[in-house]
């Protein structure tokens, strides 16, 4: 059978490897995108699958363009990905964020039931909905509070598809992911800011790292294992709702530790403490439970933080060597 599919957000750290994954099991990949006035396109190059992926332009807060690119994919699955995704800029751009995190997934659901193709839809929503949690792991179950207007406009986009599922029986799944990250992290998360700062300092090129708060828990998972989820999620006879995690949680000191443990440095000889990376509310503690996505999807994490730490440095070595 042709399977092809859609993504929006193609160009970041999930669409990349969800296009390889779904490339490796035959699938047409069709990648909806953003005009931008430079390239966009590195993460794809680096996975040697640029030229296997069909594009299509478009903007998430433009629905003609969602309804253009479906009706020229004919695409069975579409995966919405796309997001103003980081955290901290959604305070400087709240708006923004919500047109495109909150209404861009209503645009997308809009135009599968206006075609009425029977396309499955999975939505990119995230553990930041949770927010301010109390103590224990967080699942499928746990109250929402998110902190962040990023968060905000996340549950909205989860709960719209939601109604929609419920309202006109689309095929629409909610992946609720925790914190994953890989050697195709944007620079601005902090895994990824640390491992190139570890590779710089290792390397002569920097000598300071400058975070915020470093007591912060996240569960931290590799996001080539999370891709695996969001397909099975459409493979699925009936769509639903799913926790993806690893079920570990540790501090970002934590993260750092292995960070610069790992090429022998100290991480105390360069961290330095900045009150201006602090964030207007915090959500101090992310810790999440698998279980639904092991028993109904038959999901598992396979990397490790040290192990994902490690990779992470290992590739920022070879890309700062590579600056010469
Ligand atoms: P990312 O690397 O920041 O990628 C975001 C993608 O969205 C980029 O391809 C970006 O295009 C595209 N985009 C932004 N605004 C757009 C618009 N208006 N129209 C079309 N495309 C637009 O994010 P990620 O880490 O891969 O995350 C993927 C999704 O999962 C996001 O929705 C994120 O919120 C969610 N999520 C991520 C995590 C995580 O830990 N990574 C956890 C839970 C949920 P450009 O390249 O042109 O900017
Ligand atoms: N980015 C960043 N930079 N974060 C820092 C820094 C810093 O210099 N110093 C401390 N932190 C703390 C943040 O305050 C936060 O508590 C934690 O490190 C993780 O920050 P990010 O890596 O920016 O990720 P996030 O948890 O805010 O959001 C990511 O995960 C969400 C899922 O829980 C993003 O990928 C979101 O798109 C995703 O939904």
Redesign the pocket.
């Known amino acids: 059978m042709n399977r092809s599919a859609l993504i929006t957000g193609i160009t970041g750290q999930d669409g990349a490897y969800l296009a390889q994954l779904l490339l490796d099991k035959g699938y047409e990949v069709f990648g909806f995108v953003a005009r931008r006035s430079s390239d966009t396109r590195w993460r794809l190059r680096e996975l040697g699958i640029d030229s296997h992926v069909k594009f299509i332009y478009g903007d998430l807060v433009d629905e003609s363009s969602i309804m253009r690119a479906l009706k020229a994919s004919r695409a069975t699955e579409l995966y919405n990905l796309a ?1 103003q ?4 800029t959604s305070w400087d751009q709240p708006v923004l964020t919500a047109e495109v995190d909150a209404l861009g997934v209503l645009k997308c659901l809009e135009a599968i039931r206006e075609l009425d193709t029977g396309v499955r839809f999975y939505q990119a929503s ?3 909905m949770f927010g301010l949690v109390r103590n224990q792991q967080q699942d499928e179950s746990t109250v929402f509070h998110p902190r962040s207007p ?1 968060g905000v406009a ?1 549950l909205y986009g989860y709960w719209i598809t939601v109604n929609y599922r419920e309202s006109f029986g689309l095929h629409a799944s909610n992946g609720i ?3 994953h990250e890989s050697p195709l992290r944007g620079l ?4 990824r ?1 640390v491992t190139d700062a570890v590779a710089r300092i290792k390397l002569g090129k920097q000598t300071e790292l ?5 007591d ?1 828990r ?1 569960d931290w998972g590799f996001a080539g294992d999370y891709v695996e989820a969001m397909w099975l999620m459409l493979q699925q006879d009936k769509s639903d709702d799913y926790v993806v995690a690893t079920g570990e949680t540790n501090t ?1 000191r934590d993260m750092c530790r292995i960070a610069f443990e790992h090429v022998g440095l100290n991480l105390e000889d360069h961290l330095v403490i900045d009150s201006k ?3 207007p509310a ?2 101090d503690i ?1 810790h999440g439970n698998p279980a639904k996505a092991k028993a109904c999807l038959g999901w598992q994490p396979k990397t490790g933080l040290p192990d994902l730490v490690r990779m992470m440095v290992d590739a920022d070595i070879r890309r700062v060597k590579s600056e010469g």
């Open positions: 997001a995704s980081f955290v901290a995230t553990s930041e990023y996340k992911l925790f914190n601005e998360f902090v895994t800011k400058r975070l915020g708060n470093i912060a996240r970002v990376l602090f964030r915090e959500v992310l």
